[in-house]
C-alpha cells in the first residue's frame, strides 16, 4: 500500500483536469476516479459534430483515451513509476463504435483490467445520459 | 465507373473541409484526397498537449480517424452508398502510438485496404513533418 | 422470443461440438453454453507449443474466436440469421496476451457484449485451471 | 551489424520450423524469411476448417502469429535480445478476416513495420494462392 492520501490526490487530480487547455477544447470532464477506475464526460455540442450531424469518432476515442489514462493515475503502481521511470504512455488504443449521439453526454466508465509488470491493460464503455451505448474501448500502456 | 468528375468533387471536400467546425477546433486540415487515399494533417499548439507536454492521443485517434474517412469519400463505392442508404460510419479504429510529439505537424496518409462487400477496411500512418514515425491506424466502416 | 427449446439446442451443439475434428485436433472443448456466453477450454499438451515452450498464441486465439462463437449461436438473433441470410462470420479478433502457460488448462469465457442490427461484438477472457489471467479477447463478426 | 551469417540463421530456422511439433500439427510452413519479414504458408485441409466448411478463424490467427514471428526472428534486435533478456513474446494480436476459404493455401507476408526500444509492431497479410485477400493482421511484442 502506497503511504498516499488517496481522497487528497483525488482532490489534487480533480482540480487539474477542471483547469486543463485540452480538456476544456473538447468539453472532457473527470466526474470521480480512484485506483484503476475512473468516470468521465463529454459534454455534445455541434463543434464536436463530424459532416453527419453525430459526435466525431475522434471525441469518443479521446474520451475513451483520456478516461482510461484517468483510471491508471492513482494506481499505486503508476504512482511508483511517475516518481522513477516517469509517464506511462498508451501504446495501443482500440474503439468499437456502437451507436451515433447526436446531444446530451457521452459518459465512459474505465477499469483497469491488468497490471502486468511491463505493461496495463484497461477496458472502457461509453453510455449516452439515455444509457444507451455508444463505444467500446481499450488500451494498453508500458 | 461513376460518371462523377473527380477534380470536382475533389475541390468539393477540400472546400467543405476548409470551413468545417470541428475540423477547425482541432487543427484538421486535408492536404489532398482521392479515390481511396488522403493526406491530411494536425499543425500542433499547446491546447492539444496531454498532461505530459505532448499531442494528446485523442488528437492522433481524431487525425487517423478522419483521414480515413476522408480516402473512402472519394471511392466510387461510398458515392453510390452515401446515394443510396445514406453514409456509412466507422465501426472500428486501431491506433499503435509509436512516439510522442510535442510541436510541428502530424501528418497523416490513409489508404482503403479492402473493400468488401459490407465492410471496408483502411489503414493510416502519421509522420511528423521531420519524418518520424508516430501513430499507425486502421478502421472498419460498414 | 424463440419457440425453440434452448436445452435442445445446446445438448445438440456440445453434441456437435464433441466430435468436430478441428476441435480434436486443437483439444477444443466446449463446457458451457447459452444465449450469449459460452465457457470453453483447451487441454495443453506439448504438440500445442511454440518454440519457447509455452502455449501457442494461435491456439490461444483459436480458443477466443471458437468460444466467441459458441456465444452466438444460442442467441435468437443468431439463431433467426442462420435461418435467414446464412452463417454469421467474425470479421475482425483482437487478442491481448497476458501471461504465459505450459501445462494445465486455458478456459475461455466468452460474452455476447452488444447486438447491433448489422454487427454483433463479444469480448472473451481466459484463465488457467489455477485462476491466473492468460489472455483477453475481443471479436465482431457480421 | 551483427556478426552473425544472415545465410546459416535463415538455414537454421527453416530447418527448425520443418520439425516443429505445432507447425506439423496445423500445416505451417516457412518458406522464406529474412530480417524483418517471412512469407509462410498453411496447406487447407477438411480437418482445419470450421463447422460452416471453410477454414477455421483461428488457423488464420496461427498463420499470422507465427509468422509475425517469424519475421521478427532475424532481426539484429531480435538476436540481441535473445542473447541478454531471453524471448520477446507477442502481447497483442489482431485480425481482420476479409474473404472465407476452404481449400488451397493460405500464404501469409509478414513484416516488421516499427522497433521502438521497448515495442516492436508488425503487420501481415494472408492470400490464397489464386492472389485473394484472406485477412489482414498486426502484432506488437515486448
Redesign the interface.
Known amino acids: 500500500m502506497s503511504a498516499r492520501d488517496p481522497e487528497k490526490l483525488k482532490t489534487k487530480l480533480l482540480e487539474?483536469a477542471k483547469d486543463?487547455?485540452?480538456f476544456n477544447?473538447?468539453g472532457f470532464e473527470v466526474l470521480d476516479c480512484g485506483p484503476g477506475f475512473s468516470k468521465c464526460q463529454i459534454r455534445l455540442r455541434?463543434?464536436?459534430?463530424?459532416?453527419?450531424g453525430v459526435l466525431?469518432?475522434?471525441?469518443l476515442?479521446?474520451?475513451i483515451?483520456?478516461g482510461i489514462?484517468q483510471a491508471m493515475l492513482m494506481t499505486d503502481e503508476y504512482q511508483v513509476i511517475r516518481d522513477t521511470k516517469g509517464?506511462m504512455?498508451?501504446?495501443?488504443?482500440?474503439?468499437?463504435?456502437?451507436?451515433?449521439i447526436s446531444s446530451g453526454l457521452a459518459i465512459c466508465e474505465s477499469r483497469v483490467?491488468?497490471m502486468?509488470k511491463?505493461?496495463v491493460?484497461a477496458q472502457a464503455k461509453v453510455m449516452s445520459d439515455e444509457g444507451k451505448?455508444l463505444a467500446?474501448g481499450?488500451a494498453?500502456m508500458?
Chains 1, 2, 3, 4 share one sequence.
Open positions: 487539474f486543463f487547455p485540452f477544447l473538447v455541434p463543434e464536436l459534430h463530424n459532416p453527419n466525431h469518432g475522434g471525441v476515442a479521446t474520451l483515451d483520456a489514462t509517464a504512455s498508451t501504446v495501443d488504443l482500440h474503439i468499437k463504435y456502437l451507436r451515433p483490467v491488468h502486468g511491463r505493461i491493460h451505448d467500446l481499450d494498453s508500458i
